[in-house]
T-cell receptor, first 116, second 115 residues
Framework: AQTVTQSQPEMSVQEAETVTLSCTYD???????LFWYKQPPSRQMILVIR??????QNATENRFSVNFQKAAKSFSLKISDSQLGDAAMYFC?????????????FGKGTRLSVIA | GAVVSQHPSWVICKSGTSVKIECRSL??????MFWYRQFPKQSLMLMAT?????????EQGVEKDKFLINHASLTLSTLTVTSAHPEDSSFYIC???????????FGPGTRLTVT
């Protein structure tokens, strides 16, 4: 079974600075999807960024980018120019592509605080 | 597009009663819906996978007779917590997907409090 590990329970960053959240995963599959989700205090899950394993190019979405290292099974999220609204729980998630509609496997999350 | 709703957003029920939570995909047909449970300051724990017209597949340790899941149409899945107890108090989140190669879209969640 696949597992996702987020080793940083809490992180903090100064407003306008850059922060990197770590995520590692374990799988024997060669094709899969990786995601970062944001969960603000409202608890609505918001997709931040998605990476397809067969794509070597790292995904970017405005201030959010990932460093995807397939061989190392590492998938970190970089948030540039941090804003107060970035404060939230961030979950790394894995999804298999083997068959059917497979569920997401989540890490335990990293709580990000942004300091004004 | 790709909106998923949940109703109710918050429900309080008495111990021993049953409560139903609805999950609807508003602008797409969801072949599969997933139900998660989230305790405070913890991650999402998958409870079951629900395919339209089929019986739900429950994760190990989830009581299927207690958490009844029905996915009767391509836009609606329901989770019924039967004979609720205070330990069932939690945040329940559903997600839905139109298909294997599509995103999973999350509902806003339902806070259940059992007194």
């Amino acid at each position: 079974a696949q597992t996702v590990t987020q080793s940083q329970p809490e992180m903090s960053v100064q407003e306008a600075e850059t922060v990197t959240l770590s995520c590692t995963y374990d799988t024997s599959e060669s094709d899969y999807y990786l995601f970062w989700y944001k969960q603000p205090p409202s608890r609505q899950m918001i997709l931040v960024i998605r990476q397809e394993a067969y794509k070597q190019q790292n995904a970017t979405e405005n201030r959010f980018s990932v460093n995807f290292q397939k061989a190392a099974k590492s998938f970190s999220l970089k948030i540039s120019d941090s804003q107060l609204g970035d404060a939230a729980m961030y979950f790394c998630a894995y999804r298999s592509t083997l068959s059917g509609n497979t569920p997401l496997v989540f890490g335990k999350g990293t709580r990000l605080s942004v300091i004004a | 597009g790709a909106v998923v709703s949940q109703h109710p957003s918050w429900v309080i029920c008495k111990s021993g009663t049953s409560v139903k939570i609805e999950c609807r995909s508003l602008d797409f047909q969801a072949t599969t819906m997933f139900w998660y449970r989230q305790f405070p300051k913890q991650s999402l724990m998958l409870m079951a996978t629900s395919n339209e017209g089929s019986k739900a597949t429950y994760e190990q340790g989830v009581e299927k007779d207690k958490f009844l899941i029905n996915h009767a149409s391509l836009t609606l899945s329901t989770l019924t917590v039967t004979s609720a107890h205070p330990e069932d108090s939690s945040f329940y989140i559903c997600s839905a997907t139109p298909g294997q190669y599509y995103e999973q879209y999350f509902g806003p969640g339902t806070r259940l409090t059992v007194t």
